[in-house]
Nanobody, 128 residues
Framework: VQLQASGGGLVQPGGSLTLSCAAS????????IAWFRQAPGKEREGVSC?????????YYADSVKGRFTISRDNAKNTVTLQMNNLKPEDTAVYYC?????????????????????WGQGTLVTVSS
């Protein structure tokens, strides 16, 4: 089970980025998928989560509601995080994670301890 996050980069405040989480070895649509981020000197925090199943349920941290959108592309076996109106405080390394349990975020929130599989991070820097 391998996850790979990509799409990070440098963007100006107010700009947009799309992060992608790709999987090899298993179909992502069987898993709850979440995005986390970790800024320098801070703990890793949950950003967004999407359940498995159909229809899916999405969850967002208050700090990103209305700006970030999580979605699945089952044909490509990916989960994307569309990030709009980025702010300097969004600067962090972003990680995707997976758990083979239905809608785990409904029970535990977007919690690091709920996820078993992690990808490497991708750096997002929001700066002018």
């Amino acid at each position: 089970v391998q996850l790979q996050a990509s799409g990070g980069g440098l963007v100006q405040p107010g700009g947009s980025l799309t992060l992608s989480c790709a999987a090899s070895g298993f179909p992502l649509n069987f898993f709850t998928i979440a995005w986390f981020r970790q800024a320098p000197g801070k703990e890793r925090e949950g950003v967004s989560c999407i359940s498995n199943g159909d229809p899916t349920t999405s969850y967002y941290a208050d700090s990103v509601k209305g700006r970030f959108t999580i979605s699945r592309d089952n044909a490509k076996n990916t989960v994307t995080l569309q990030m709009n109106n980025l702010k300097p405080e969004d600067t962090a390394v972003y990680y995707c994670a997976a758990r083979d349990q239905h809608d785990v975020c409904a029970v535990f929130g977007i919690a690091t301890g709920s996820f078993d599989y992690w990808g490497q991070g991708t750096l997002v820097t929001v700066s002018s």
